[in-house]
């Protein structure tokens, strides 16, 4: 049985895959990038959490990464429509199906890289906060 983390990992990566990009968990940067867009999520750190001790409960805000990369003659307007889809899709349901307390993303900040013999790519990383508890550090 997957633990509450990658349950909670799982769903917003199945959350991505609606995208009209393509939509990738902890893998490389592939040779090509659609022409939609690719998204890539990173698990990322649960970082320390908080504690209550009665009942003993662990509160974290897991921070995941999600590689959002474009590539081609119009990478400004294909990336701003990329970032703004992944935000609605978050805002969508902010509790993943109730699995999270709360998700948040925060603002990207692309940069433009060469690629030689190619168009360059438009690349961010956007940092999503998820809040969630569990009974067991190691869940």
Known sequence: MPTPRETILTALHARLSALPATALRGEVLPERVPAAGLVILRDGEPGEPEVTLSP????????????????????????????ASVGAALAADRTLGGLCDWVEAEAPRPVDLPVEGAACLKAAVIPVVLHYSTADPLA
């Not at 959002?68 to 701003?80: E, N, S």
């Open 56 to 83: 003993l409960e662990y509160h974290w805000r897991h921070r995941a990464e999600i590689e959002a990369v474009v590539q081609g003659a119009d990478r400004d307007a294909v990336f701003d429509t990329l970032c």
